[in-house]
């Protein structure tokens, strides 16, 4: 989480991005055990460095999105930094499946752009039509592909393709590349990089829905 501020930010309040050192273990401690209750359902053991939060920011292009959506937000370093860095008239929804992790988000993040709903990814388009949602520029992933079912895998990359406006961007940040194997046949080949800078280092692939 980086306290600087990034070009096209919005001032709205988000989670506090230089959090004291008490709740950096906090926070670090809630995605242990996050991820210890779900280890399925959790892709790392402590939350994303800011150099990964940064390269998700740029990846996704929120400077210019209008309506972003986190699949997985955990504890919530990585929306904050989406926050910080997405316009004053864009909104963000995240979805989590943890039940900790989303009283967390509710509790810790206060800024009128968020909003966050309990359950899986899976549901992404009904999430997006209860709220009247639009279409989303901008979706980030960091659910785990490789340990999930393959038919919940393969179900959440068809309603990621489906709702994403055309032109818009999906970015997954992976430990492993299964991902690809479910979202390239709905959205094509992906830009592959990597996060050396992050425990442990990640995959982040990033796909851009063909124009209609």
Do not use: I, K, W
């Given at each position: 989480m980086n306290q600087q501020r990034v070009e096209g930010q919005a001032s709205h309040v988000a989670a506090p991005s230089n959090l004291p050192a008490f709740g950096q273990l906090r926070g670090s401690f809630l995605f242990l055990r996050g991820f210890m209750r779900n280890p399925a359902q959790v892709g790392s053991i402590i939350p994303s460095s800011r150099q990964l939060e940064q390269r998700l920011v740029r990846s996704?292009?929120?400077c210019d999105a209008r309506m972003v959506v986190e699949l997985g937000p955990g504890t919530g370093g990585t929306t904050?930094?989406?926050l910080r860095a997405m316009s004053s008239n864009a909104q963000l929804l995240a979805i989590e499946l943890d039940?900790?992790?989303h009283q967390r988000l509710h509790a810790s993040i206060h800024d009128p752009r968020f909003n966050v709903e309990l359950g899986s990814a899976e549901r992404?388009?009904?999430?997006l039509k209860a709220r009247w949602l639009p279409a989303p520029d901008a979706i980030i992933s960091g659910i785990p592909f490789s340990t999930m079912p393959p038919e919940v895998s393969d179900r959440v990359a068809s309603s990621v393709a489906s709702v994403l406006r055309p032109g818009g961007r999906f970015?997954?940040?992976q430990v492993r590349a299964?991902?690809?194997?479910f979202v390239s046949p709905?959205?094509?080949p992906p830009e592959k990089t990597w996060e050396v800078v992050n425990v442990p280092p990640v995959r982040v692939f990033t796909w851009v829905k063909p124009e209609a």
């Open positions: 996704a292009r929120l904050s930094a989406f039940s900790e992790f992404l388009a009904e999430f970015v997954a940040y299964h991902v690809s194997g709905y959205l094509g």
